[in-house]
């Protein structure tokens, strides 16, 4: 069997049906298609890596050039307009777009040296990637999406085919299934055996605001068990699926100045400012996962809305797609989750200044009205995903700097009836016509937010508020926490 090499950028969905089950899928949604080649002996020649990369060259041309990956600034590779890579830091101050490339070893060797080969990499750069968390292997290559081609699926056969793994010792005793579990790269002297798929995140998501923040500052608390932290905007708690090095994990460890790394017991959104409990034994990381199955974790956040909401509980059903943007809806819809927050009060602020909104990148999502906000003191009694920020956005109060609901808010509220979903929702004849409203009102929300939103968790207690912890002023108020 000849060697081969599968390239491509996959669909979201994909990218996360391949990961384990403790990564995150990515906020922001990828740009994917997927292709399969198969080479000769000599294979990574030249005219091969131009075939590849040719369809998404003006992509990486024009982008890397204003805000390249890595440093120093690269010039545009001869062979396939990919920068000429380095190292990954210095950090960027933007992301460019998603690189992932998909192999199946062809020889046997150090994991670093074949990734280089392959792809035509730096030792140095690769070994930045793995250091990261951007590397992935499985012993069997994984099923190619339905959308794949008679020739990808053919090579994926071949390399998959009974006979061809009767030879392998390695997945001796394993289900196909089981032998296609990914799992992450964690060293450069790694062996990979020949027939072992390998994913790797060349241009992996970066946090610049984590470089930034004084991190000793952010310290809430620290004892035998956890730390609290009070996170910024901008920052991921425990990483990516494509970066777990540039975490508020990862910092607030070394801001201490801890031997063991700190693990994440519960997550906010990237763009989610305010507390959250950093485990510092994976025995406590436990023990908070089950008081939060119990619900003995209260959590309150203030959310800076554009229009103000009424006091009182309010009530949606969230659709059970693990995909953004979240829908939701104002009636019951069997299977969708129940989503519940209590408003406990909200009083009219300020609308954050040109200063204030320049300094923590707040994006300008339309809104007509900025001379007032609308700070909201919020129970979340359920935690979804992006919970608060659809909830208000179905309320008609997007909270201020939401690139992403606030656009659809403003168009339901311009068109009455554009939400299948909401209060206003229209009667449709056929399940087609509905599905086409269904993905006209996904096409009203915008990108996820770059750094900030008007949303912090602003305190966080537990069994009975004998542990009790606030964070500091909100980003919009100006002050310093």
Same mark, same amino acid.
């Given at each position: 069997?000849?060697?081969?090499?599968l390239?491509?950028?996959?669909?979201?969905?994909?990218?996360?049906?391949?990961?384990?089950s403790n990564?995150?899928?990515f906020g922001?949604?990828?740009?994917?298609?997927?292709?399969?080649a198969?080479? =000769?002996?000599n294979?990574?020649s030249?005219?091969?890596? %131009?075939v590849?990369?040719?369809? +998404?060259?003006?992509?990486?041309?024009?982008?890397?050039?204003a805000?390249?990956?890595?440093?120093?600034?690269?010039?545009?590779?001869?062979?396939?307009?990919?920068p000429?890579?380095?190292?990954?830091?210095p950090?960027?101050?933007?992301?460019?777009?998603p690189?992932?490339e998909?192999?199946?070893?062809s020889e046997?060797g150090?994991?670093?040296d074949?990734?280089?080969?392959?792809l035509? #990499?730096p030792?140095l750069?690769?070994?930045?990637?793995?250091?990261f968390?951007?590397?992935?292997?499985?012993?069997?290559c994984?099923?190619?999406?339905?959308?794949a081609?008679p020739?990808q699926?053919?090579?994926?056969?071949?390399?998959?085919?009974p006979?061809?793994?009767r030879?392998?010792? =390695?997945?001796?005793?394993?289900?196909?299934?089981?032998?296609?579990?990914?799992?992450?790269?964690?060293?450069? +002297?790694?062996?990979?055996?020949?027939?072992?798929y390998?994913?790797v995140?060349?241009?992996p998501? %970066?946090f610049p605001?984590c470089?930034?923040i004084?991190?000793k500052s952010?310290?809430?608390?620290?004892?035998?068990?956890?730390?609290?932290?009070?996170?910024?905007?901008?920052?991921s708690?425990?990483?990516?699926?494509?970066n777990?090095?540039?975490?508020?994990?990862?910092?607030?460890?070394?801001?201490?100045?801890?031997?063991t790394?700190?693990?994440?017991?519960?997550?906010?959104?990237n763009?989610?400012?305010?507390?959250?409990?950093?485990?510092?034994?994976?025995?406590?990381?436990?023990?908070f996962?089950?008081?939060?199955?119990?619900?003995?974790v209260?959590?309150?956040?203030?959310?800076?809305?554009?229009a103000?909401?009424?006091?009182?509980i309010?009530?949606?059903?969230?659709?059970?797609?693990?995909?953004?943007?979240?829908?939701?809806?104002?009636?019951?819809?069997?299977?969708?989750?129940?989503?519940? #927050?209590?408003?406990?009060?909200?009083?009219e602020?300020?609308?954050?200044?040109?200063?204030?909104e320049?300094?923590y990148?707040i994006?300008?999502?339309?809104?007509?009205?900025?001379?007032?906000?609308?700070?909201?003191?919020?129970? #979340?009694?359920?935690? %979804?995903?992006?919970?608060?920020?659809?909830?208000?956005?179905?309320?008609?109060?997007?909270?201020?700097?939401?690139?992403?609901y606030?656009?659809?808010?403003?168009?339901?509220?311009?068109?009455p009836?554009?939400?299948?979903?909401?209060?206003?929702?229209?009667?449709?004849t056929?399940?087609?016509?509905?599905?086409?409203?269904?993905?006209?009102?996904?096409?009203k929300?915008?990108?996820?937010?770059?750094?900030?939103?008007?949303?912090?968790?602003?305190?966080? =207690?537990w069994?009975?508020?004998?542990?009790?912890?606030?964070?500091?002023?909100?980003?919009?108020?100006?002050?310093?926490?």
């Amino acid at each position: 069997m000849g060697p081969a090499i599968l390239t491509s950028i996959f669909t979201n969905g994909l990218v996360s049906s391949l990961c384990t089950s403790n990564c995150r899928s990515f906020g922001t949604p990828l740009a994917l298609a997927r292709t399969f080649a198969s080479a =000769s002996s000599n294979v990574f020649s030249r005219r091969h890596r %131009r075939v590849v990369c040719c369809s +998404n060259t003006p992509t990486f041309t024009a982008e890397l050039t204003a805000s390249s990956d890595i440093s120093p600034p690269a010039t545009a590779s001869s062979f396939n307009s990919y920068p000429e890579y380095n190292r990954l830091l210095p950090c960027p101050s933007q992301n460019g777009p998603p690189r992932v490339e998909h192999l199946v070893v062809s020889e046997g060797g150090r994991v670093l040296d074949y990734i280089c080969k392959a792809l035509d #990499l730096p030792p140095l750069f690769v070994a930045d990637l793995i250091h990261f968390g951007s590397v992935y292997y499985a012993l069997v290559c994984p099923e190619p999406p339905p959308s794949a081609t008679p020739e990808q699926v053919r090579l994926f056969k071949e390399v998959t085919a009974p006979s061809v793994l009767r030879k392998r010792p =390695s997945i001796k005793g394993k289900t196909v299934r089981e032998a296609q579990k990914t799992f992450r790269i964690t060293d450069v +002297n790694e062996f990979v055996e020949t027939g072992t798929y390998l994913r790797v995140h060349v241009h992996p998501k %970066r946090f610049p605001r984590c470089y930034k923040i004084d991190w000793k500052s952010r310290i809430i608390a620290v004892t035998e068990s956890y730390v609290v932290l009070d996170k910024p905007a901008g920052t991921s708690v425990g990483g990516t699926t494509d970066n777990i090095e540039e975490s508020c994990a990862t910092f607030a460890t070394r801001a201490l100045g801890l031997t063991t790394p700190l693990m994440t017991t519960h997550q906010i959104d990237n763009c989610t400012e305010g507390c959250v409990v950093l485990a510092r034994t994976k025995e406590y990381c436990s023990v908070f996962h089950g008081k939060i199955r119990e619900k003995r974790v209260k959590k309150l956040y203030l959310a800076l809305a554009a229009a103000p909401m009424p006091v009182g509980i309010v009530t949606h059903y969230m659709r059970p797609v693990n995909i953004a943007p979240r829908l939701i809806s104002e009636d019951f819809i069997k299977g969708w989750h129940l989503c519940q #927050l209590e408003v406990l009060e909200c009083k009219e602020v300020p609308w954050p200044s040109t200063v204030i909104e320049e300094k923590y990148h707040i994006e300008d999502s339309g809104w007509p009205l900025k001379n007032s906000a609308f700070e909201c003191k919020i129970n #979340l009694l359920t935690g %979804r995903t992006h919970q608060i920020r659809t909830q208000l956005a179905a309320c008609g109060a997007p909270i201020v700097g939401d690139s992403m609901y606030m656009p659809a808010a403003i168009a339901e509220i311009t068109s009455p009836g554009l939400n299948p979903f909401g209060k206003n929702k229209k009667q449709y004849t056929t399940e087609s016509d509905k599905e086409t409203a269904v993905a006209e009102w996904i096409s009203k929300h915008g990108k996820e937010p770059g750094v900030a939103i008007g949303l912090q968790a602003c305190q966080i =207690s537990w069994d009975d508020e004998e542990h009790f912890y606030k964070a500091g002023y909100p980003w919009w108020t100006g002050e310093i926490a």
